[in-house]
């Protein structure tokens, strides 16, 4: 092929059949295989370039571009000009030791978000040698064959050959927010972008019907990738939670200078020197400064995330991490979500009979009864018309894996193949029969999938129609009986199989047909509108994940409310949602008229509320039926409005505003279309609703790591800052100095706080109600832990270097006693914040070896600071005697034992 500029990028205006000329390719064939991947080698992968984001220089420095560092420069900066080359070198390396931790942790965890992203990669039905095959969307190369269906993701530029009713959202293109009809036709060459009705454009959705299509550019070539900026940005870190970090640190800054100038001015009108209080406002600047509150944040979310990709659950947005504590109400798909996706034919009716298929799962093994009698099912011809329309109107595929069966494809198509098999017929001997002329794809408005055959043994042309007993129904004028002779519908008698199917939690699928004439080889929606024939049910059942049984049971343990929506029939629903134990005592017919308690609801029902009925209806039923996607987007908001945090799950076209306005957009990984996957907010990589109640389990755990941070490290700052404020009020020398200040806070935040990041969950996270949203960082009783520890580790190491003091103790090993104290408080304290309401014995003592690790190096650095010669010349401290180290732990031990008092009062008195 041809790569010169002779080949025009104005594919809108030339007629397809030249756009194929000029590439070199026939629309049946397609593209070989060596002309792909020589194509490949002059064109490069179907991919754009990444957008640049912050180079490694820019996010190092960002590390520093926080209210509280600036606090620590400066003070660094100004103790270097006073020639305390000790305590500025201390400063500054405790800056840069900081930075550091947080640029390796922020790119690693940006690294690990690039590679979860590229593991949702974009796949593309191509034609090749004139074989369909599914290929990687980068592999697309100018000249392939491309196949679209409704919900898809257009993986490059296409110039139409072929469409049925194509409907594109453009909206990432262009901005028109309505979805454009598509045509094959040449058009002027001045047309603008958005009229281009024969061009879809990469990075466009599918919302409705299909096409064939010539690639005719790719990656950066592509109108998407002119003007990248657009569509591609760079992924950050910032949360809702962290942001509320943000303010409170510059609210802390002010807060923490406020408090350095007052010591200042208190200490200078004092008389004491004006270098002297300056180092003493350093000190208390550096001491109520958290430096490790950054890094602790990054590699908290960084390993929640990580935890939940591996439990199968790829985080798409980062807020998502946190909303997923908060989540009150999980809005889910029944099919293949709550349930286990292996759908079985057990019941047929048709010709006015019903017909009992034994048999379970995909192996094509079983018997037809009838009255409890086995029977041939050939001696049936309506049974076996109804079973040749489940056979034929299927695209899926029955293939033997060794000893097993899959199916590739719908499993609702799977186990209409089963049945056939089980009658004998086989999908390639139907093929030859009954070749395939034409067909429409199911869409969720339509409600029923058509193809047209033409039977070659009466030489004439059927349509086959499988879809909802509505849809179906309401089409159809006759029916057969028994020997395929035409007699009149009797819809009551449907209904009321279906009634019986639906009441054993069946889903039911009705089938009919129309003959067409022979010059008809198109089927078109207009031509199904009316007067066809009704060829039977088929009844099958998709049981219930065992794991969903047990992930709705922790759910509602949680105070997690489960809702159902299904758009199958309402007694199905009502039978699988007995079985997952979602049916409860409800006041919908008290309160609204509107049903018996406990009974689903369907969207006819719904759509007849007016708005405030509606609310009141949502908090109450927790099952819905014959839903509509578009119907899950007022559902989210009638929950929303009264106040609930919402999960809501979804995999169709339809379904993505839904999951856009969901606080927590959840999209199935294996089943859903890349329109969902856009949309969510979290991606499912096993379709499993266990895997959302473990994200939210997750999301629980990654809060209260976050939160137990925090809580540790907050009352060491207030004391730090208190005992200094206290020494200078007092008019007494600095128990602590600005170094050892630095040392106390990176040290013990590295090796003991940034541990708790590690922690398991609690074993009553999911046994406790949701977290409210509007709920403060802090609540009343966390803010009087800090106070209560803050205020002893005051007292004790204020008191013990006095007590130093006055044995005649010198005033570096004064300071080394109320160093040590602090250091063995954090320590002991450590242990109670392994858990925020029990103790350490709840979560089990030896549950987090990298604490245990981080403790025990944290004691060994603590002795080399008090005995080894070098750190005494550096800190400024002097070995203590046993007398000293008992005085200190007991003052460690009280505060363990007094927060594990205030733990037990809290959980028996107090609730906030």
Same mark, same amino acid.
């Given at each position: 092929?041809?790569?010169?500029?002779?080949?025009?990028?104005?594919?809108?205006?030339?007629?397809?059949?030249?756009?194929?000329?000029?590439?070199?390719?026939?629309?049946?064939?397609?593209?070989?295989?060596?002309?792909?991947?020589?194509?490949?080698?002059?064109?490069?992968?179907?991919?754009?370039?990444?957008?640049?984001?912050?180079?490694?220089?820019?996010?190092?420095?960002?590390?520093?571009?926080?209210?509280?560092?600036?606090?620590?420069?400066?003070?660094?900066?100004?103790?270097?000009?006073?020639?305390?080359?000790?305590?500025?070198?201390?400063?500054?390396?405790?800056?840069?030791?900081?930075?550091?931790?947080?640029?390796?942790?922020?790119?690693?965890?940006?690294?690990?978000?690039?590679?979860?992203?590229?593991?949702?990669?974009?796949?593309?039905?191509?034609?090749?040698?004139?074989?369909?095959?599914?290929?990687?969307?980068?592999?697309?190369?100018?000249?392939?064959?491309?196949?679209?269906?409704?919900?898809?993701?257009?993986?490059?530029?296409?110039?139409?050959?072929?469409?049925?009713?194509?409907?594109?959202?453009?909206?990432?293109?262009?901005?028109?927010?309505?979805?454009?009809?598509?045509?094959?036709?040449?058009?002027?060459?001045?047309?603008?972008?958005?009229?281009?009705?024969?061009?879809?454009?990469?990075?466009?959705?599918?919302?409705?019907?299909?096409?064939?299509?010539?690639?005719?550019?790719?990656?950066?070539?592509?109108?998407?990738?002119?003007?990248?900026?657009?569509?591609?940005?760079?992924?950050?870190?910032?949360?809702?939670?962290?942001?509320?970090?943000?303010?409170?640190?510059?609210?802390?800054?002010?807060?923490?200078?406020?408090?350095?100038?007052?010591?200042?001015?208190?200490?200078?009108?004092?008389?004491?020197?004006?270098?002297?209080?300056?180092?003493?406002?350093?000190?208390?600047?550096?001491?109520?400064?958290?430096?490790?509150?950054?890094?602790?944040?990054?590699?908290?979310?960084?390993?929640?995330?990580?935890?939940?990709?591996?439990?199968?659950?790829?985080?798409?947005?980062?807020?998502?991490?946190?909303?997923?504590?908060?989540?009150?109400?999980?809005?889910?798909?029944?099919?293949?979500?709550?349930?286990?996706?292996?759908?079985?034919?057990?019941?047929?009716?048709?010709?006015?009979?019903?017909?009992?298929?034994?048999?379970?799962?995909?192996?094509?093994?079983?018997?037809?009864?009838?009255?409890?009698?086995?029977?041939?099912?050939?001696?049936?011809?309506?049974?076996?018309?109804?079973?040749?329309?489940?056979?034929?109107?299927?695209?899926?595929?029955?293939?033997?894996?060794?000893?097993?069966?899959?199916?590739?494809?719908?499993?609702?198509?799977?186990?209409? #193949?089963?049945?056939? =098999?089980?009658?004998?017929? &086989?999908?390639? /001997?139907?093929? @030859?029969? !009954?070749?395939?002329? %034409?067909? *429409?794809?199911?869409?969720?408005?339509?409600?029923?999938?058509?193809?047209?055959?033409?039977?070659?043994?009466?030489?004439?042309?059927?349509?086959?129609?499988?879809?909802?007993?509505?849809?179906?129904?309401?089409?159809?004028?006759?029916?057969?009986?028994?020997?395929?002779?035409?007699?009149?519908?009797?819809?009551?008698?449907?209904?009321?199989?279906?009634?019986?199917?639906?009441?054993?939690?069946?889903?039911? #699928?009705?089938?009919? =047909?129309?003959?067409?004439? &022979?010059?008809? /080889?198109?089927? @078109?929606? !207009?031509?199904?509108? %009316?007067? *066809?024939?009704?060829?039977?049910?088929?009844?099958?059942?998709?049981?219930?994940?065992?794991?969903?049984?047990?992930?709705?049971?922790?759910?509602?343990?949680?105070?997690?409310?489960?809702?159902?929506?299904?758009?199958?029939?309402?007694?199905?629903?009502?039978?699988?949602?007995?079985?997952?134990?979602?049916?409860?005592?409800?006041?919908?017919?008290?309160?609204?008229?509107?049903?018996?308690?406990?009974?689903? #609801?369907?969207?006819?029902?719904?759509?007849?509320?007016?708005?405030?009925?509606?609310?009141?209806?949502?908090?109450?039923? %927790?099952?819905?039926?014959?839903?509509?996607?578009?119907?899950?987007?007022?559902?989210?908001?009638?929950?929303?409005?009264?106040?609930?945090?919402?999960?809501?799950?979804?995999?169709?076209?339809?379904?993505?505003?839904?999951?856009?306005?969901?606080?927590?957009?959840?999209?199935?990984?294996?089943?859903?279309?890349?329109?969902?996957?856009?949309?969510?907010?979290?991606?499912?990589?096993?379709?499993?609703?266990?895997?959302?109640?473990?994200?939210?389990?997750?999301?629980?755990?990654?809060?209260?790591?976050?939160?137990?941070?925090?809580?540790?490290?907050?009352?060491?700052?207030?004391?730090?800052?208190?005992?200094?404020?206290?020494?200078?009020?007092?008019?007494?020398?600095?128990?602590?100095?600005?170094?050892?200040?630095?040392?106390?806070?990176?040290?013990?935040?590295?090796?003991?706080?940034?541990?708790?990041?590690?922690?398991?969950?609690?074993?009553?996270?999911?046994?406790?109600?949701?977290?409210?949203?509007?709920?403060?960082?802090?609540?009343?009783?966390?803010?009087?832990?800090?106070?209560?520890?803050?205020?002893?580790?005051?007292?004790?190491?204020?008191?013990?270097?006095?007590?130093?003091?006055?044995?005649?103790?010198?005033?570096?090993?004064?300071?080394?006693?109320?160093?040590?104290?602090?250091?063995?408080?954090?320590?002991?304290?450590?242990?109670?914040?392994?858990?925020?309401?029990?103790?350490?014995?709840?979560?089990?003592?030896?549950?987090?070896?990298?604490?245990?690790?981080?403790?025990?190096?944290?004691?060994?650095?603590?002795?080399?600071?008090?005995?080894?010669?070098?750190?005494?010349?550096?800190?400024?401290?002097?070995?203590?005697?046993?007398?000293?180290?008992?005085?200190?732990?007991?003052?460690?031990?009280?505060?363990?034992?007094?927060?594990?008092?205030?733990?037990?009062?809290?959980?028996?008195?107090?609730?906030?």
């Amino acid at each position: 092929m041809s790569t010169d500029e002779s080949i025009p990028r104005d594919w809108h205006a030339i007629e397809s059949k030249q756009a194929l000329e000029l590439l070199q390719v026939e629309p049946a064939r397609g593209l070989t295989d060596i002309e792909a991947v020589s194509r490949l080698d002059v064109h490069g992968y179907n991919r754009l370039a990444p957008r640049k984001g912050k180079s490694p220089w820019l996010l190092f420095l960002l590390q520093f571009h926080q209210p509280l560092i600036y606090i620590l420069l400066v003070s660094g900066s100004v103790t270097a000009f006073l020639e305390e080359w000790v305590d500025s070198g201390v400063i500054f390396g405790v800056v840069l030791v900081n930075a550091v931790i947080g640029f390796i942790q922020e790119a690693n965890a940006l690294k690990a978000i690039e590679a979860l992203s590229r593991s949702l990669s974009v796949s593309a039905t191509v034609i090749r040698s004139g074989v369909r095959h599914v290929v990687p969307a980068t592999e697309l190369v100018p000249g392939d064959i491309v196949s679209l269906h409704s919900g898809d993701k257009v993986p490059a530029d296409l110039r139409l050959l072929r469409v049925r009713e194509l409907q594109i959202d453009e909206s990432a293109l262009t901005g028109e927010s309505v979805p454009v009809e598509k045509r094959t036709v040449a058009l002027p060459v001045d047309t603008q972008l958005a009229d281009r009705g024969n061009m879809v454009y990469s990075s466009t959705l599918v919302t409705y019907g299909t096409a064939l299509g010539l690639v005719v550019e790719t990656g950066d070539r592509t109108e998407i990738g002119r003007i990248n900026q657009m569509i591609a940005t760079a992924q950050t870190l910032e949360t809702p939670l962290t942001q509320k970090i943000s303010r409170f640190s510059l609210i802390l800054m002010w807060v923490i200078l406020g408090f350095a100038a007052i010591t200042f001015l208190v200490g200078w009108l004092r008389g004491e020197s004006a270098l002297e209080m300056f180092m003493a406002a350093v000190a208390l600047a550096v001491g109520a400064i958290p430096e490790g509150l950054p890094a602790a944040l990054t590699i908290t979310l960084a390993i929640g995330v990580s935890r939940m990709a591996k439990r199968n659950a790829i985080i798409r947005k980062l807020p998502a991490v946190e909303t997923l504590g908060s989540t009150t109400v999980i809005c889910s798909d029944k099919t293949g979500t709550l349930t286990q996706n292996q759908m079985t034919v057990l019941a047929v009716y048709a010709g006015g009979d019903h017909f009992e298929i034994t048999g379970g799962g995909y192996a094509p093994e079983g018997e037809f009864l009838q009255d409890g009698r086995t029977l041939d099912p050939g001696r049936h011809p309506t049974l076996m018309e109804c079973l040749r329309a489940g056979l034929l109107c299927n695209d899926a595929r029955l293939v033997a894996d060794g000893d097993d069966w899959r199916i590739e494809g719908d499993p609702t198509e799977g186990a209409l #193949l089963v049945a056939s =098999r089980k009658a004998g017929m &086989h999908e390639l /001997d139907a093929g @030859e029969t !009954h070749p395939r002329l %034409d067909t *429409l794809p199911f869409e969720s408005q339509h409600q029923f999938m058509a193809t047209l055959h033409h039977n070659r043994a009466q030489d004439a042309r059927h349509v086959y129609l499988k879809g909802s007993v509505e849809s179906i129904l309401s089409r159809c004028d006759a029916a057969f009986d028994g020997d395929l002779n035409r007699v009149t519908l009797d819809s009551a008698t449907i209904h009321r199989q279906v009634e019986d199917l639906a009441a054993r939690g069946l889903r039911v #699928l009705a089938f009919a =047909r129309t003959d067409r004439p &022979h010059q008809d /080889d198109t089927v @078109e929606h !207009h031509k199904l509108q %009316d007067g *066809l024939i009704f060829l039977g049910l088929q009844g099958m059942i998709d049981p219930p994940r065992p794991e969903a049984m047990q992930a709705v049971a922790a759910c509602q343990a949680a105070g997690i409310r489960v809702k159902m929506i299904t758009g199958d029939h309402p007694a199905t629903a009502l039978a699988i949602a007995r079985k997952l134990g979602l049916v409860r005592a409800g006041r919908l017919h008290r309160l609204f008229g509107i049903s018996p308690v406990g009974r689903a #609801l369907t969207g006819a029902q719904l759509s007849a509320l007016d708005e405030e009925a509606y609310r009141g209806v949502v908090e109450e039923c %927790d099952i819905y039926a014959r839903v509509a996607p578009e119907q899950k987007l007022n559902l989210v908001r009638a929950l929303q409005a009264r106040g609930h945090v919402v999960a809501m799950t979804g995999d169709g076209v339809n379904d993505a505003p839904a999951l856009r306005r969901a606080d927590i957009g959840v999209a199935m990984g294996k089943a859903g279309t890349e329109v969902a996957k856009e949309a969510a907010a979290m991606v499912l990589t096993d379709d499993n609703f266990a895997t959302i109640v473990a994200a939210v389990e997750e999301g629980r755990g990654v809060f209260d790591n976050l939160m137990k941070f925090i809580i540790w490290t907050l009352p060491t700052n207030v004391g730090e800052g208190l005992v200094i404020m206290a020494a200078v009020f007092a008019g007494v020398a600095l128990p602590i100095l600005p170094v050892q200040i630095l040392w106390i806070n990176m040290s013990t935040a590295v090796l003991l706080g940034l541990m708790l990041a590690f922690e398991n969950k609690e074993p009553e996270i999911m046994r406790r109600p949701p977290r409210e949203p509007s709920q403060p960082l802090l609540t009343r009783r966390l803010i009087f832990r800090i106070v209560l520890v803050g205020t002893l580790m005051l007292a004790g190491a204020f008191g013990l270097f006095e007590w130093a003091l006055t044995h005649d103790e010198s005033l570096a090993r004064a300071r080394t006693v109320a160093v040590n104290v602090f250091v063995f408080c954090e320590l002991f304290y450590l242990f109670n914040c392994r858990s925020l309401d029990y103790s350490m014995f709840k979560v089990g003592v030896f549950s987090n070896a990298w604490l245990l690790a981080g403790v025990s190096t944290m004691i060994l650095l603590q002795l080399a600071f008090t005995y080894w010669h070098p750190m005494n010349r550096w800190f400024g401290s002097e070995p203590i005697g046993p007398e000293e180290w008992m005085a200190t732990l007991a003052v460690a031990a009280t505060i363990y034992a007094a927060v594990g008092l205030e733990k037990w009062i809290g959980r028996r008195f107090m609730k906030t």
